[in-house]
């Protein structure tokens, strides 16, 4: 499992997410074209599957999606 570090709204309809170990650490390296799978809850109960490309900020070192 991974940790919401931060949230940022670029727009009205789209957030950059910064995600981090259960413990806030950063994470381990991954590939390039690598995916993050994301399993959210829907409003009204159940789940949905959602896979996100793996990116990072070469200026901070976050890890986003």
């Known amino acids: 499992e ?3 570090a931060n949230i940022v ?3 009205d309809r789209i957030r950059e997410f910064q995600l981090a170990g259960p413990d ?3 994470l381990p390296s991954w590939t ?3 995916h993050v ?3 959210p809850a829907k409003a009204g109960g159940g ?3 959602v896979s996100y490309t793996h990116l990072r ?3 901070t070192e976050a ?3």
């Open 9 to 11: 709204d670029l727009t």
């Open 32 to 34: 390039p074209g690598a």
């Open 57 to 59: 900020a070469h200026e």
């Open 37 to 39: 799978d994301v399993n």
């Open 47 to 49: 789940h949905i599957l």
């Open 63 to 65: 890890d986003l999606v």
């Open 24 to 26: 806030g650490s950063a």
């Open 2 to 4: 991974l940790t919401i």
